[in-house]
């Protein structure tokens, strides 16, 4: 009997392909994948910095329903700001975000993108990708564990004019399919055929390794949170409900004292 010849090593550019394929049959249809506007985009990427597609959506909607352009942002109060963001957690991402649309319109967008405030390597990564499409990865950690175990060997580049889909199909993947824990690869990923972690069985092992994070109960985080949901309610909240986290607040911008009251910054 003639032994089965050996499996054709799958050239990652194949992957590449059929990833694309794949996307633009069964990528998600998600609002901030309807512009390639700058100013949407950077909403969208510092919204999903630390939060779940299916959450953002609702806040971006509303978003950019109230400030459609940098301009309208850049002209809007603090304490509304923090009002509509609440709920998204670490507020500091919308204050940066009205710093950066008040820089774009004093100064438009600068040609180093990370001179925004709140902007680092991955969100100006991620800009030049899906809103000027350009053919830059923009590397979080969904798209480093997709590297780590499905492209060992580095990306292997996307073809021409295809940044955008690249760079979006490669976040589908691992939010979907690639995923940190229940990763799908006996169950229909789209590109199993060739993978080397999946076929060395060394998913687990080669998948990098996240930071824990610390507890959300009891946090000072979650006590902040507090503080700036009930003064987006109610507009002044009394310093002694919460010494430290008003302290906090007042120290980092995201409120201001008003005698024995927190109210909303300016
Ligand atoms: S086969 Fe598994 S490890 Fe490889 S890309 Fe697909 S989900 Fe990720």
Redesign the pocket.
């Known amino acids: 009997m003639r032994a089965a010849p050996a499996a054709r090593p799958v050239p990652a550019g194949d992957a590449v392909a059929r990833l694309l394929a794949w996307f633009a049959s069964e990528g998600a249809d998600l609002p901030w994948r309807r512009t390639r506007d700058r100013y949407a985009v950077l909403v969208a990427e510092v919204m999903l910095q630390s939060t779940q597609v299916a959450r953002v959506v609702p806040f971006y909607e509303a978003w950019l329903r109230r400030w459609p352009s940098a301009g309208d942002l850049a002209d809007a109060a603090l304490g509304d700001v923090l009002a509509l963001w609440h709920g998204l957690g670490y507020p500091r991402r919308a204050r940066n975000l009205r710093s950066a649309a008040r820089h774009v319109v004093d100064h438009g967008w600068p040609d180093r993108l990370t001179d925004l405030p709140g902007v680092g390597p991955y969100t100006a990564a991620a800009i030049r990708c899906f809103a000027d499409g350009e053919a830059v990865l923009p590397v979080d950690t969904n798209v480093e564990r997709?590297l780590a175990?499905?492209f060992p060997g580095g990306w292997p580049g996307t073809p021409d004019g295809e940044g955008w889909a690249a760079g979006q199909a490669l976040m589908d993947?691992g939010r979907l399919?690639?995923t940190a824990r229940t990763?799908?690869?006996g169950s229909g990923?789209p590109?199993?055929e060739g993978?080397p972690?999946?076929d060395a069985g060394s998913?687990d092992e080669v998948t990098p390794r996240k930071r824990p994070q610390g507890r959300y109960a009891g946090s000072m985080r979650q006590r902040r949170g507090t503080l700036l949901g009930r003064l987006a309610e109610t507009g002044r909240v009394p310093v002694a409900a919460d010494p430290d986290a008003a302290a906090g607040l007042v120290a980092d911008g995201l409120a201001a004292r008003d005698g024995a009251d927190l109210v909303p910054a300016g």
Do not use: K, Q
């Open positions: 997709i175990r499905r993947l399919w690639c990763p799908g690869c990923c590109v199993r993978c972690a999946a998913v």
